[in-house]
């Protein structure tokens, strides 16, 4: 969006009510649900356009380049297909078919998200090839951007007003790793904690195996560094952790979820975990769900194995674990997981805690705590009557009153 600007068109990032006449869609090709919003969006536009809405639609993102031949045969009406990290091409094709005579200032970045938040991407790809999952396949190999860069562009962040840095990568475990031949993980978000006005750095999707251990104690020694862990684990047993080919045994992943609680007091994490992958027997199963009420993990997501093309479970496996039996499993063990997050959540009643307020929705404002990641995580909702001097993207001091299973209620104290 920043190129485009850079090139003199006005750019929106609105998905729910478009207001221009050229669409510029950004897909996600990784699992079935992500490949079906992303189809279902490019549908809702081509009727848009077919009613005299909009102009031109242009779709690029992970599902076109992963079915791009497909793609071109199945839905003609859209003007033209590109890859992932195509922009360039679709800078080019823009400015060929639209007149945009004002070049705006170049920036390094178009803000989607809330002003106080952004997320930074530390790194593209992954080299891990996880039996089940085809990101490498489109993402390509694990390639880290240059810690000076990154920091650049937090200080630009924090300039225009970004208090909170989601830091992401597919595999943020191994940052560095290309580029400097170690792990930089740790001096990364030291560097990032150094810059003045940014009050959380979270870090999202760490890979348990050669997990970079020196993060932990940047992660006890800043404050401003969220005790927030988003590490994918997916299964307990050796069995299938090996099945997935993860690189790990249950041992050593165990040993390293308990080495981060010890080292970094009071942290959450988030994790992820799958059902129904080929192989998984009954025992399997009965062993994860043990093993979720002993880890009690404060917040956990799962997934039905999906057969995806081109993975080494495709090509290998037999898709061996029914659909029903996959998801009565899901079930289980989110039923099981819920509890447990109820459990947590009762636990910060009458607790006070720094909450950023993202938002506000009728006569509530929305925030979240440092343990709450956007979109997926909890909120807390605090009641009160709207003012001119909403604190929409700042701190405030908040006793929580009420946990329900998902989110917080409280009240403001300062
Ligand atoms: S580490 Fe994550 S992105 Fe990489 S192959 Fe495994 S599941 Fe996919």
Same mark, same amino acid.
């Given at each position: ?27 996600? +090709? ?12 490019? &549908? ?16 690029? +993102? ?6 791009? $031949?497909?793609?071109?045969? @199945? ?31 170049? $920036?390094?970045? %178009? ?41 650049? @562009? ?17 595999? &943020? ?39 970079? @251990? ?101 090509? %290998? ?8 039996? $996959? ?39 929305? +925030? ?47």
């Amino acid at each position: 969006m920043a190129r485009l600007e850079a090139n003199g068109f006005r750019c929106y990032h609105d998905a729910e009510c478009p207001s221009g006449r050229i669409v510029v869609i950004n897909t996600c +090709g990784f699992i079935g649900d992500a490949k079906e919003e992303s189809i279902n969006t490019i &549908l809702q536009f081509v009727a848009r356009k077919q009613a005299g809405k909009v102009d031109r639609i242009y779709v690029m +993102g992970c599902l076109s380049q992963r079915y791009l $031949k497909d793609l071109e045969d @199945e839905i003609p009406e859209v003007d033209k297909w590109f890859g992932k990290f195509d922009y360039l091409n679709l800078v080019n094709e823009l400015q060929e078919q639209v007149q945009s005579p004002h070049p705006s200032a170049i $920036k390094p970045r %178009h803000i989607t998200t809330p002003k106080h938040t952004a997320y930074l991407k530390i790194s593209e790809g992954c080299n891990r090839l996880c039996s089940y999952c085809a990101i490498p396949l489109i993402t390509g190999r694990h390639t880290s951007r240059p810690i000076e860069d990154i920091v650049k @562009e937090a200080e630009w962040l924090q300039k225009e007003g970004v208090k909170e840095l989601n830091v992401i990568a597919q595999d &943020l475990s191994s940052y560095g790793l290309d580029l400097y031949q170690e792990h930089k993980l740790p001096e990364l978000i030291d560097r990032l904690a150094g810059i003045d006005g940014i009050r959380w750095i979270r870090l999202h999707y760490a890979y348990p195996t050669d997990f970079p @251990e020196g993060l932990l104690a940047v992660m006890a020694k800043h404050t401003n560094v969220c005790k927030y862990l988003d590490i994918a684990l997916q299964h307990c047993t050796t069995h299938m952790l090996t099945q997935m080919r993860r690189h790990i045994t249950q041992e050593q992943q165990d040993a390293l979820i308990h080495r981060i609680r010890e080292i970094v007091p009071g942290i959450h994490i988030r994790t992820t975990l799958m059902v129904g992958h080929p192989g998984e027997t009954e025992e399997d199963f009965e062993q994860l769900c043990q093993w979720v009420k002993q880890m009690r993990f404060e917040r956990m997501g799962a997934f039905a194995y999906c057969e995806e093309d081109g993975t080494y479970a495709a090509k %290998h496996y037999k898709d061996d674990v029914s659909e029903e039996v $996959k998801q009565q499993r899901l079930n289980t063990l989110m039923a099981i997981q819920q509890q447990i997050s109820a459990e947590i959540q009762e636990a910060k009643v009458n607790q006070v805690y720094s909450v950023l307020i993202d938002r506000r929705e009728g006569d509530y404002l929305i +925030g979240r705590t440092e343990w709450d990641s956007p979109e997926v995580d909890c909120e807390v909702l605090i009641k009160q009557e709207k003012t001119k001097a909403d604190p929409i993207g700042q701190f405030v001091q908040v006793r929580i009153t009420r946990a329900e299973e998902f989110d917080l209620y409280g009240q403001i104290i300062q």
